[in-house]
């Protein structure tokens, strides 16, 4: 038998004992006084006690609590020390808690030995179990989490104060790692209270500072959930008192919940700032059931004063590999409940900052809310992530997945309408950002007869903000990835929306979104990628693209819209090289809009559009309404677009266009486009246009137009609609729009543009030859460069379309016989050689120049001149010009076939407008244009004759405009000529 101690166990003899004089040894004739004064029983020695503390220069020895320790500690000065307590036991403090205050140490380490250890206690109302009242540099550390070190309050007290482990008073640099800490305080928002507290310090100098809290599981004691998973409440008196710079990292957080009071996994309200929240997992083990309509978030930070937030890293609805439950995050709310992943409502003299949430590491994922679910806007039930105010980044998080449907379901039961948000940035910061965000895997329904809006990423703050929303990728890999299942007209899903500030959004991509139901047209449309309502001035939307949009409701007329766009008529928007393409809806009387613009001072250019065929590349069938662009309202610049129209309907009436205005009065400018309307019907019966414009007369207001190409290719194809009617050619256009002079018809060889969602393709096919080729105009500030950023000027200036490019002209040849009064020998029948240039005008009013080309005539009287800025198909006059000879007009305007077109002046006076020609032959029959218009005035006369007599008395020789019959010598004979042709008045005949 062995009545020793055994030194390897904690013991509670150790230092327990009192000092009785004259006892001295123990049984084995040891000092005690040499070893720790006082342990109980016959056998002393240098035992493992409860509590240890050491290094103190007052309050050394051993403890049955952290209270008693403390103070024990509190009791004298510990100036520099380093203290160390080595807690060996589980321990059950008063309920009271333990205090420490502030010291002059230079660290306090708090540690467990082995594992298992539990500070535990009920503690009395308004109090925390750990109160670190002022106290710096402590270090509680459970060496590991798998340690096990414990911190336990089970009281369920809602009195302020009640807490696990409290911060206050100028607490500052401490150090809380590798814990349990287990708390259910029922602290309502608003009051100082949670399972961790970082309080207030009233009489304090710095606040609360410093502090981090990492690697610790933050949960429940028992079944008895918290309100508040960590708290920050702190003095608001002065900026110097907030609590700053503290750090919550690398925790679990978990079941933080209550019935019928707001909750948070980490709450942060008034007299704060500069607080990191990074790398933290929040997660419920339980569905959870709200029975009183509030707030539950996983991080909501609730402080208009406080600034740069940095909330990085966090994962919301997915555990930790060493956390207990399952891992979905399910919540069953009432009318007025709301669900936030992260909200923040903070300063903006700062920046606070939501970043780095990627798939990997931060993540909104696995959420289930559900219930009957009521509120729009800013009541709205149910948010990933809402930056309700202040100057806020909102960076490279994850909502959902982009691999998966149904990863987050938002199941409403509510005969109202209801509003639902991937991420709401309504901060009134004068720059706020939304940049590389993914949102993807959300289904949406409503099993009632309420209607349900949701919105991928939504602005909606003041006009006098800016938000830059970049690179964002709304939609996943999935086809219907962001699904809105509500069957009802007030059903609308968003990819993209913004209303009221100025923003930049550019490098976007929406995709895979589909609805069910949803009635409404232009801003209201069932489906739209992006939305662009703003009242502030000067937006840019560049490089987004947007597809695979889809409404599936066969029954209701719904309407898909790519882009919908409404500014402001102050400053410049500017809307360039976006792609929309592959949209579909089902019903028959249904409607698309790849662009709707309808309001605003604007320029588009460089945008490719490609519709009426789905995502697979197969034409949408039913005979929807379509309009590639669709221009309603606004003062609008339309440049270098290219726009398609492709697929066979075989069913339905609607009509479609590649580019659709109706506006009138404002000034509109449409030049360097492409409008190709392919559509063609297989059983439908609707039109199909390349364009239409406003107006009612030839030039009507504000209308400038030109340099486009259009096709109209398909069966039920029309070239154009002006004021109600059908215009069936180009010529036909010209003369009814009284413009687009310098416009063709032709195919722009586009290289793939019935293709699939990754495979349609908008670009010039270089392989081949275009009528887009160096056909454009210049336009002064805008149209620089093409959709990929490429130079305009360092290619073949200027090319119509968004694609600019060294590509393959595409020419076509006027073979020309003609002879020249003078130049033409009839014992010969041959001509002297001699260059002439042909000008190609418009067969209408007022017969401008469309295109010119000189050749050098044959013998025969033969030259094949080359065009590249005419159609085929459409009227041109030919005007012959010759260095001293009268300009002649063909009797009528010609139109080119196939590339090319001949044309004999030579066999009939008639051939020439006003018959203006001469015979210059009996045998055969010939004729030429005259001869003797020197100055090139128009008519011959005095003057021409003139001009020849002098060169014939100078002996002029050479290649000169006063040798009309071209032997290189001006003389008598060229005297006569001219004087003839002078007496008989030879003038210009034209139309």
């Not at 609360?208 to 429940?220: E, H, L």
């Not at 399910?330 to 992260?342: K, L």
């Not at 066979?648 to 000034?667: D, E, K, L």
């Amino acid at each position: 038998m062995n009545l020793h101690i055994d030194p390897t166990l904690v013991t509670v003899v150790e230092g327990s004992g009192f000092n009785i004089a004259g006892i001295t040894d123990d049984f084995d004739g040891q000092i005690r006084s040499t070893l720790t004064p006082v342990d109980i029983g016959a056998d002393a020695g240098n035992f493992t006690g409860i509590i240890n503390v050491t290094n103190a220069l007052v309050g050394n020895g051993t403890y049955f609590s952290l209270s008693a320790a403390f103070t024990a500690i509190n009791a004298g000065a510990q100036t520099s020390a380093n203290i160390l307590i080595i807690i060996a036991a589980n321990i059950t403090e008063p309920s009271t808690g333990a205090v420490l205050n502030n010291g002059t140490w230079t660290s306090l380490t708090i540690q467990p030995v082995g594992s298992g250890i539990t500070i535990s206690a009920n503690v009395n109302a308004g109090l925390p179990l750990i109160d670190l009242n002022g106290a710096d540099n402590v270090i509680i550390n459970g060496s590991s989490i798998s340690n096990s070190f414990t911190f336990t309050n089970t009281s369920t007290s809602s009195t302020a104060g009640t807490s696990t482990i409290r911060l206050r008073n100028d607490a500052v640099n401490n150090k809380i790692m590798n814990c349990i800490i287990e708390g259910s305080s029922t602290v309502s928002f608003g009051l100082e209270g949670g399972v961790v507290s970082f309080g207030t310090s009233p009489g304090g100098v710095t606040g609360n500072d410093n502090n981090v809290v990492s690697n610790c599981r933050i949960k429940p004691a028992g079944a008895n959930l918290p309100v508040k998973g960590v708290s920050f409440l702190g003095t608001t008196s002065s900026t110097a008192l907030n609590n700053s710079s503290d750090t919550i990292k690398n925790c679990d957080i978990q079941d933080y919940f209550h019935a019928t009071l707001q909750s948070a996994g980490i709450y942060i309200d008034a007299g704060n700032t500069d607080i990191g929240i990074v790398n933290n997992n929040f997660f419920q083990t339980a569905p959870r059931t709200q029975t009183f309509g509030v707030d539950h978030s996983a991080i909501n930070i609730s402080n208009l004063s406080g600034n740069n937030f940095f909330v990085s890293e966090n994962n919301i609805g997915q555990s930790a590999a060493l956390t207990d439950g399952a891992p979905a995050y399910s919540i069953t709310g009432v009318s007025g409940s709301r669900f936030y992943g992260i909200y923040i409502a903070a300063g903006d003299s700062g920046v606070s900052k939501i970043q780095n949430n990627i798939v990997q590491d931060n993540i909104i994922e696995n959420i289930s809310f559900s219930g009957n679910l009521t509120g729009t806007g800013v009541n709205s039930p149910f948010a990933g992530i809402y930056a309700s105010a202040g100057l806020t980044s909102l960076l490279r998080n994850t909502l959902g997945s982009m691999n998966s449907g149904s990863n987050i379901v938002l199941s409403s039961t509510s005969s109202s309408n209801t509003d639902m948000l991937g991420i709401y940035l309504t901060g009134s910061g004068l720059l706020n950002e939304c940049k590389d965000n993914n949102i993807g895997g959300i289904t949406i329904s409503n099993s009632s007869t309420g209607q349900t809006v949701f919105y991928c990423i939504r602005v909606n703050s003041s006009a006098s903000t800016e938000v830059a929303i970049q690179r964002n990728i709304v939609g996943g890999t999935n086809t219907n990835s962001i699904n809105n299942t509500t069957n009802g007209t007030a059903t609308r899903t968003f990819g993209i929306h913004s209303a009221g500030p100025r923003t930049f959004t550019t490098s976007n991509k929406v995709r895979n979104i589909t609805s069910a139901g949803g009635t409404g047209t232009t801003n209201l449309s069932s489906v739209i990628g992006i939305l662009i309502n703003n009242t502030a001035p000067s937006n840019l939307l560049y490089s987004n693209e947007i597809y695979n949009l889809k409404n599936t409701n066969a029954s209701a007329s719904c309407q898909v819209t790519g882009i919908y766009f409404s500014g402001s008529d102050t400053g410049y928007n500017v809307m360039s090289a976006n792609f929309i393409h592959n949209l579909l809806i089902s019903g028959n009387n249904s409607s698309m809009n790849g662009l709707y613009v309808n309001g605003g001072t604007s320029t588009f250019e460089n945008n490719m559009i490609s519709l009426g065929l789905d995502t697979s590349g197969n034409s949408v069938t039913n005979g929807i309404s379509l309009n590639g662009i669709r221009e309603f309202g606004g003062t609008n610049n339309f440049y270098f677009n290219s726009v398609y129209v492709g697929g066979n309907p075989t069913s339905g009436t609607g009509s479609t266009y590649a580019f659709n205005s109706s506006v009138i009065n404002n000034i509109r400018i449409f030049r360097n486009n492409i409008f190709y309307n392919a559509r063609s019907n297989s059983g439908s019966t609707g039109k199909h246009y390349s364009v239409r414009v406003g107006g009612t007369a030839p030039n009507p207001p504000g209308l400038t137009i030109g340099n486009n190409v259009y096709l109209v290719n398909g069966t039920g194809g029309v070239f154009g609609q002006y004021n109600g009617a059908d215009v069936a050619n180009l010529s036909a256009w010209q003369t009814a729009v009284g413009q687009d002079a310098n416009s063709f018809e032709g195919d722009p060889n586009f290289i793939n543009p019935n293709g699939s969602s990754s495979g349609v393709n908008l670009h010039i096919n270089p392989a081949l030859a275009t009528i887009i080729e160096g056909n454009g105009v210049d336009v002064a500030l805008y149209g620089y460069q093409d959709f990929d950023e490429q130079l305009r000027d360092t290619l073949t200036p200027v090319d119509i379309g968004a694609d600019a490019g060294k590509f393959i002209s595409l020419t076509k040849t006027l073979n020309l016989t003609m002879y020249i009064q003078g130049f033409y020998n009839s014992a010969t029948n041959a001509m002297v050689q001699d260059t002439v240039r042909v000008y190609l005008r418009n067969g209408n009013s007022p017969y401008a120049i469309v295109d010119s080309a000189k050749a050098y005539m044959s013998s025969s009287g033969t030259g094949a001149f080359s065009f590249s800025n005419i159609s085929n198909g459409v009227p041109y006059y030919i005007q012959l010009k010759h260095r001293n000879s009268i300009e002649t007009w063909s009797d009528s305007a010609k139109s080119f076939t196939g590339n090319s077109l001949a044309y004999d002046f030579t066999n009939s006076d008639l051939k020439a407008y006003g018959s203006n020609m001469i015979g210059v032959d009996t045998s055969p029959l010939k004729f030429g244009i005259y001869g003797g218009d020197i100055d090139q005035e128009g008519n011959v006369d005095l003057a021409d004759v003139l001009l020849v007599y002098n060169d014939a008395a100078g002996f002029v020789t050479g290649y000169v405009k006063t040798d009309v019959n071209g032997d290189n010598v001006t003389d008598l004979t060229d005297i006569l000529l001219t004087y003839n042709n002078a007496a008989d008045f030879v003038i210009v005949k034209k139309p």
